[in-house]
């Protein structure tokens, strides 16, 4: 066969077809604008979700498909092997470092970001729901808003410098 020519087995053209897909959606990840964390992950989310609808074979070849080239979790992820996952986690213990997300593992809550959107597109591609392009999208934006509202830790209350009130007591 002629593509033995360029790989020597097919768990060689896997690793290839599946390096290659991951490096196409790590540069629509990376492309992304900076953002304050929680506009800045449901950006993460949304791109994620077109991404399988965009490049079907791409998105099979990362996150369906054994190619060889797919990350386990923990090891590898605790490695830095997936530049995406350590991005987000990255911006996630920045945005703990600042107050605005409580604390956690940053990897576990990444890894928990990304499946909650996974489970959903995985959904939508095996026909579970009965939705356009659009209308997905738009599900999965709110879900991403659900999401990383439970991420974020509102701002701590000011302090509040009130005078005592002198008054009469009612009886």
């Known amino acids: 066969m002629a593509v033995y020519r360029h790989f020597e087995s097919k768990e060689d053209l896997l690793r290839a077809v599946g390096e290659g897909a991951f490096a196409a959606f790590q540069q629509r990840i990376f492309g992304l604008p900076e953002a304050p964390i929680e506009t800045w992950l449901r950006s993460v989310s949304r791109e ?12 099979e070849a990362c996150f369906v498909l054994r190619t060889h080239a797919e990350r386990i979790y923990p ?30 593992d940053a990897l576990e809550l ?7 959107i996974h489970g959903l597109v995985m959904l939508h ?7 356009n392009r ?19 830790q509102p701002p701590a209350p000011r302090a509040h410098t009130s005078k005592k009130r002198v008054g009469r007591r009612l009886r």
């Open 134 to 152: 659009n209308e997905f999208l738009a599900l999965c934006d709110r879900a991403g808003r659900l999401i990383t509202g439970g991420l974020i």
């Open 75 to 104: 090891q590898d992820f605790r490695a830095g092997k997936s530049p995406v996952i350590s991005l987000i986690a990255k911006k996630l213990e920045e945005a703990q470092a600042s107050g605005q997300l409580g604390s956690g």
């Open 110 to 116: 990444a890894m928990l970001f990304w499946a909650q």
């Open 48 to 59: 994620y979700a077109q991404f399988a609808l965009d490049d079907p074979g791409q998105f």
């Open 125 to 131: 591609r095996s026909g579970r729901f009965s939705l």
